[in-house]
């Protein structure tokens, strides 16, 4: 119970910081087991995504994050493990790991998660290409959608080796589900999964 009221205190602090809000396009707010995907600028993404979210969605929803960040201090690591319940994943590999394993458990449980497929944070424009893990989740659970989310100027309000955040209004579009094709290649599918998500991205 405590978490949970800490969780709710987090997410308003955070809407109010950033004076966030969600566009959704091309869907609507569903409980059922589903993946968020988003491009990546800053170690507070998963977190404005998991403010802005309706609180029912909320708690079903768990951010997969990389072990090496979220496990170097107490705090963090209550955080993630106890406030966000965040999937942890090691960033290197090594034999005998199973990061697909980790994320399809939550999602046979019925519970969505938010991924970051490009892997690293972009420091630039557009995105950057995407890791396959995305499709191996679709090649496992073929009928799960894939929620494209941009994230504008979360980047620049929380920016790399910054403490404080930056006054800036941030803006999280959620758009038209993608789902994999029968038979689609993985770089058709991954193709595909950009496409939806640069769409969200606003023009100048």
């Given at each position: 119970?405590?978490e949970?009221?800490?969780?709710?205190?987090f997410?308003?602090?955070?809407?109010?910081?950033?004076?966030?809000?969600?566009?959704?396009r091309?869907?609507?707010p569903?409980?059922?087991?589903?993946?968020?995907?988003?491009?990546?600028r800053s170690?507070g993404?998963?977190?404005?995504i998991?403010?802005?979210?309706?609180?029912?969605?909320?708690?079903?929803?768990r951010?997969v994050?990389?072990a090496?960040?979220w496990?170097?201090?107490w705090?963090r690591?209550?955080?993630?493990?106890?406030?966000?319940?965040?999937?942890?994943?090691?960033r290197?590999?090594k034999?005998g790991d199973?990061p697909?394993?980790?994320m399809?458990?939550?999602?046979e449980?019925g519970e969505?998660?938010?991924?970051?497929p490009?892997?690293?944070?972009n420091?630039?424009?557009?995105?950057?290409?995407?890791?396959?893990?995305?499709h191996?989740?679709?090649?496992?659970?073929?009928?799960?959608?894939?929620?494209p989310?941009?994230?504008?100027?979360?980047?620049?309000?929380?920016?790399k080796?910054?403490?404080?955040?930056?006054?800036l209004?941030?803006?999280?579009?959620?758009?038209t589900?993608?789902?994999?094709e029968?038979?689609?290649?993985?770089?058709?599918f991954?193709?595909?999964c950009?496409?939806?998500?640069?769409?969200?991205e606003?023009?100048?």
């Amino acid at each position: 119970m405590f978490e949970k009221t800490l969780a709710s205190i987090f997410c308003a602090i955070i809407r109010i910081l950033t004076g966030a809000r969600a566009v959704w396009r091309g869907t609507q707010p569903e409980t059922r087991a589903q993946i968020y995907y988003a491009n990546h600028r800053s170690h507070g993404d998963f977190i404005l995504i998991w403010a802005i979210l309706p609180p029912a969605l909320r708690a079903v929803t768990r951010p997969v994050a990389g072990a090496d960040y979220w496990l170097a201090g107490w705090l963090r690591r209550y955080l993630i493990e106890r406030v966000f319940r965040g999937v942890l994943i090691d960033r290197h590999v090594k034999r005998g790991d199973d990061p697909i394993g980790a994320m399809l458990g939550p999602l046979e449980a019925g519970e969505s998660l938010i991924v970051f497929p490009e892997g690293t944070r972009n420091q630039g424009d557009g995105i950057l290409p995407f890791k396959p893990g995305i499709h191996h989740l679709a090649e496992k659970r073929p009928d799960t959608e894939f929620i494209p989310v941009w994230i504008e100027n979360l980047g620049r309000a929380m920016p790399k080796g910054g403490i404080l955040v930056v006054p800036l209004l941030c803006t999280v579009t959620i758009g038209t589900p993608v789902t994999l094709e029968p038979g689609e290649r993985r770089a058709d599918f991954l193709s595909r999964c950009q496409d939806a998500l640069l769409v969200l991205e606003p023009s100048e």
